[in-house]
């Protein structure tokens, strides 16, 4: 396709680490990956995250930056004669600098065509960068997940995607005289759901769908922003008091156990297109307020933040309502929280101590002779538990957790109770 013709998400990509928007985490300064393409010398590498977040323009920066080929296939419309016909031109001239065979979506390869790959990548004919939306612990073959490094990719924040979009602005502007509204911008960017190529394919479209004024300029405001994205602007101001005022009501929501406040408040989130804020908070809320009364709510609530992430809106609102529903109507518990809060006000007040001589580490030459020694080992007893001191001396009395009133830390509690009486070594 013709450079001029080709899509803006294209146009645009990025040609150095510096142009690549998101990603901090990864490609900041001094961050691992960043370091490892700089050297120029990259291994085996799987790149996991969300389609357009920048794994397949980061294989190309990172070939360049080695030197090497970069061939390109699709696991969901490749063969392994292809990933050999790769081979063949790896080993004429075209692949004399050495070559890197990107696989997209490796997770459409079966186990039989990823164990194929296996004697490319080990003799060094080719290095192997995989990419896949989908978890590679559970879809990459093992021995390609061991002789690979494994890199996930987030979904890019609003404000990165922003930035993407206003350089889409000046090259757009290249071709009309255009003007894009502030307000436009924040809504294709919130709308985008992480994904900077959907974010500057909907500027294109609006831009193209946009009717020209009388003397052939073009104005994108908010509802030719709307209007590609299907979608109506919700005001809500990320970065201002409403934002947090909504983000309380929607905990103490939980926290009250209304499931049908919290997913009012859970729905302006949702049209405010702020995944992050939502599945943070769900997090946090599973151990802060659910804790020790349910202590399986956190993994329920970590599936349905791993699902949100990776279907993206508007999907991801039905797991995000699951685990809203699921946590209001949970029992409560805040032992946990309160339990550690305890326990860094005393060390901040300045009550800690020594660690008791029993509990210091004895596994090298000399230690009986500096007093180590002596602890009793919890499973040599009945019950696993044997008395004895665990916390410093000048704090040896102290109790920061409490078990709550709910079913699951008062049968926690009177089997602790059990095992200390039945426990001490008689």
Same mark, same amino acid.
């Given at each position: 396709?013709?450079?001029?013709?080709?899509?803006?998400?294209?146009?645009?990509?990025?040609?150095?680490?510096?142009?690549?928007?998101?990603?901090?985490?990864?490609?900041?300064?001094?961050?691992?990956?960043?370091?490892?393409?700089?050297?120029?010398?990259?291994?085996?590498?799987?790149? !996991?995250?969300?389609?357009?977040?920048?794994?397949?323009?980061?294989?190309?920066?990172?070939?360049?930056?080695?030197?090497?080929?970069?061939?390109?296939?699709?696991?969901? #419309?490749?063969?392994?004669?292809?990933?050999?016909?790769?081979?063949?031109?790896?080993?004429?001239?075209?692949?004399?600098?050495?070559?890197?065979?990107?696989?997209?979506?490796?997770?459409?390869?079966?186990?039989?065509?990823?164990?194929?790959?296996?004697?490319?990548?080990?003799?060094?004919?080719?290095?192997?960068?995989?990419?896949?939306?989908?978890?590679?612990?559970?879809?990459? !073959?093992?021995?390609?997940?061991?002789?690979?490094?494994?890199?996930?990719?987030?979904?890019?924040?609003?404000?990165?995607?922003?930035?993407?979009?206003?350089?889409?602005?000046?090259?757009?502007?290249?071709?009309?005289?255009?003007?894009?509204?502030?307000?436009?911008?924040?809504?294709?960017?919130?709308?985008?759901?992480?994904?900077?190529?959907?974010?500057?394919?909907?500027?294109?479209?609006?831009?193209?769908?946009?009717?020209?004024?009388?003397?052939?300029?073009? #104005?994108?405001?908010?509802? /030719?922003?709307?209007?590609? #994205?299907?979608?109506?602007?919700?005001?809500?101001?990320?970065?201002?008091?409403?934002?947090?005022?909504?983000?309380?009501?929607?905990?103490?929501?939980?926290?009250?156990?209304?499931?049908?406040?919290?997913?009012?408040?859970?729905?302006?989130?949702? /049209?405010?297109?702020?995944?992050?804020?939502?599945?943070?908070?769900?997090?946090? *809320?599973?151990?802060?307020?659910?804790?020790?009364?349910?202590?399986?709510? *956190?993994?329920?609530?970590?599936?349905?933040?791993?699902?949100?992430?990776?279907?993206?809106?508007?999907?991801?609102?039905?797991?995000?309502?699951?685990?809203?529903?699921?946590?209001?109507?949970?029992?409560?518990?805040?032992?946990?929280?309160?339990?550690?809060?305890?326990?860094?006000?005393?060390?901040?007040?300045?009550?800690?101590?020594?660690?008791?001589?029993?509990?210091?580490?004895?596994? !090298?030459?000399?230690?009986?002779?500096?007093?180590?020694?002596?602890?009793?080992?919890?499973?040599?007893?009945?019950?696993? !538990?044997?008395?004895?001191?665990?916390?410093?001396?000048?704090?040896?009395?102290?109790?920061?957790?409490?078990?709550?009133?709910?079913?699951?830390?008062?049968?926690?509690?009177?089997?602790?109770?059990?095992?200390?009486?039945?426990?001490?070594?008689?």
């Amino acid at each position: 396709m013709d450079a001029v013709n080709s899509p803006l998400a294209d146009r645009l990509r990025p040609r150095s680490l510096d142009e690549v928007v998101g990603q901090r985490h990864l490609l900041g300064e001094g961050k691992v990956l960043r370091r490892v393409i700089e050297s120029g010398n990259i291994p085996n590498m799987i790149f !996991y995250g969300p389609s357009g977040t920048g794994k397949t323009t980061v294989a190309n920066i990172a070939a360049e930056k080695a030197g090497k080929r970069l061939f390109r296939l699709n696991a969901t #419309t490749a063969s392994v004669a292809d990933v050999r016909r790769v081979l063949a031109e790896a080993g004429g001239i075209m692949g004399a600098g050495g070559v890197v065979l990107y696989l997209d979506e490796i997770q459409n390869f079966n186990k039989k065509q990823q164990q194929s790959l296996l004697e490319f990548i080990e003799d060094g004919r080719v290095t192997l960068i995989a990419s896949t939306t989908e978890n590679p612990y559970f879809y990459v !073959y093992n021995a390609i997940l061991s002789r690979s490094t494994v890199f996930e990719f987030l979904p890019v924040e609003d404000e990165e995607i922003e930035k993407a979009l206003l350089r889409g602005v000046e090259a757009l502007r290249a071709g009309y005289g255009l003007t894009v509204a502030p307000e436009a911008v924040e809504h294709i960017a919130a709308c985008s759901c992480g994904d900077v190529r959907k974010a500057l394919t909907s500027l294109e479209v609006a831009v193209m769908s946009a009717a020209p004024s009388a003397d052939g300029s073009i #104005t994108v405001s908010l509802a /030719e922003a709307e209007a590609v #994205t299907a979608k109506k602007a919700f005001r809500h101001d990320r970065d201002g008091d409403s934002h947090y005022d909504v983000l309380s009501a929607f905990q103490k929501s939980i926290r009250g156990s209304d499931p049908n406040a919290a997913l009012h408040y859970m729905a302006r989130l949702v /049209e405010a297109g702020d995944l992050q804020s939502i599945c943070r908070r769900l997090l946090v *809320i599973a151990a802060e307020d659910i804790g020790l009364a349910h202590p399986q709510a *956190i993994v329920v609530t970590k599936a349905c933040v791993d699902s949100a992430f990776q279907l993206g809106l508007p999907e991801a609102q039905i797991p995000l309502a699951e685990a809203v529903i699921f946590l209001a109507v949970s029992p409560k518990s805040n032992s946990a929280v309160t339990a550690i809060g305890a326990a860094l006000d005393d060390l901040r007040g300045g009550a800690a101590g020594e660690v008791p001589l029993h509990l210091k580490d004895t596994h !090298y030459a000399g230690a009986e002779k500096l007093g180590r020694g002596g602890y009793k080992y919890p499973h040599d007893y009945p019950g696993s !538990y044997v008395e004895q001191q665990y916390l410093p001396d000048r704090i040896k009395d102290r109790e920061y957790y409490s078990p709550g009133n709910n079913k699951m830390e008062q049968a926690a509690e009177a089997y602790w109770k059990t095992i200390k009486n039945k426990g001490d070594g008689r």
